[in-house]
């Protein structure tokens, strides 16, 4: 099965809930699945495996300041509409070959990334990324448009 990343479109109040545990984040639709690519996507963007910096950083959050909490079984980050708006800034008009120029599938091997494996084809794992790269992108737009937060987690 593996790791998927999870995104999720949230109000104010709705994060305040999950962060309270009243709400739970299994309960709420996941707005945004992007399988097991959010390692490989943060890394290609940001040459790290966590932590990478701001803007492109926001795109896969995994770092310490935007960690807010073991939360339903799982460690979530969050991210303000500000944020979310900078990130989709940052990327709206990467290209495919803008993105494939940061790819190196020999690196991303090297290092470990998730979920790279030596017998994976370079080209279909590019297209894999740039797949939910691009829905990344989109459902950011949408998120910036309603003027929500941004919960990633990784189940």
Excluded: N
Excluded at 40 to 63: F, K, N, R
Excluded at 97 to 103: C, F, M, P, V
């Amino acid at each position: 099965m593996g790791m998927t990343g999870q995104y999720l479109a949230v109000t104010s109040e709705v994060l305040q809930s999950i962060r309270s545990e009243e709400v739970s984040i299994h309960s709420l639709e996941t707005g945004l699945d992007i399988d097991k690519s959010w390692q490989a996507l943060h890394y290609v963007l940001c040459g790290t495996i966590a932590d990478g910096e701001p803007p492109l950083g926001l795109i896969v959050p995994m770092s310490g300041s935007h960690y807010i909490g073991h939360l339903s079984d799982m460690d979530v980050f969050a991210l303000s509409p500000t944020e979310v708006e900078e990130a989709l800034s940052a990327v709206e008009k990467i290209t495919a070959a803008e993105l494939k120029e940061q790819y190196d599938f020999a690196d991303l091997l090297e290092q470990g990334v998730y979920p790279v494996m030596e017998d994976e084809d370079p080209e279909a794992f590019f297209e894999y990324i740039y797949e939910h790269f691009t829905a990344i992108r989109d459902f950011y737009a949408k998120v910036t448009a309603e003027g929500k937060q941004i919960l990633f987690y990784i189940f």
